[in-house]
């Protein structure tokens, strides 16, 4: 299989350069994902932190902090905790942010304390990658679907660029015994021209040796044809 795929000069050509773009898309989106990621957990970051801060400075009672699930909020003064609805109960150690796996979700937290007074806020981190996904895939699948025409494309550049090959080939073959015409390719690419000069010195070197060949061949034949002829007359002449 390995043999039979390489064997071709165009399916080499085709495999390595659409091989080399899959990667480029491959890395670039890999790069893009790493950089989103980062992006948007910086930011949920920042909105945690904002959160807790405004908790640290008001009483449960006076909250004007809009709490909107999945986010939740765990408040302790002195020995009794206020909760959002459905908080689940973690409690990080130390303050800090912190990546818990509770119920089997994973959780971004943010532990802070004040005096008597700790916050605790935090979202699940599929919110993120729920955000990763919504604007990764509308960036990449254009892509994706362009892979394709991509391969038709460079499948007939391939295939075009290899034409002077093809009617090198073409022309070797209907070449006819002791034609030494030199070889002609039009639009023949750079890497081609040495190919076809040495080709055509070969022919050169070919055709001056048929023609003293030729000329020794003539030479012989003339050389010959007196000892000949005299032979054949005295033969005559004893019969």
Known sequence: MKTMLFSSLS?????ILTSLIVL?????????????????Q???DVELAHIASLLLQTQPQQHHVKIKA????????????????????????????????HN????????LQQDVTTVVVGFPKEVVFNELEALILPTITPFLLALPVLGV?????????????????????KQEDFNFTPLHIENAFLELQPVILTINKLMSRL?????????????????????????????????
Not at 106 to 111: C, Q
Not at 153 to 173: C, G, M
């Open 207 to 239: 055709k001056a040796s048929y023609e003293r060949e030729q000329s020794f061949s003539a030479n012989v034949a003339h050389e010959l044809k007196t000892p000949l002829t005299t032979l054949s007359l005295t033969i005559d002449n004893l019969i």
């Open 70 to 101: 999945p986010l939740f909020v765990r408040q302790k003064i002195h020995d009794t905790w206020y909760e959002s609805p459905d908080a689940p109960h973690i409690l990080p150690e130390p303050t800090g942010y912190h990546e818990i796996m």
């Open 104 to 111: 089997g979700t994973l959780w971004r937290v943010l532990r």
């Open 42 to 44: 910086h930011a949920h």
């Open 24 to 40: 480029i898309i491959t890395v670039a989106t890999l790069q893009a994902y790493r950089i989103t990621l980062l992006e948007r």
């Open 153 to 173: 494309v460079i499948f007939a550049v391939v295939r075009l660029q290899l034409r002077p090959l093809k009617q090198l080939d073409k022309t070797l073959t």
């Open 11 to 15: 399916r080499t050509l085709i495999l």
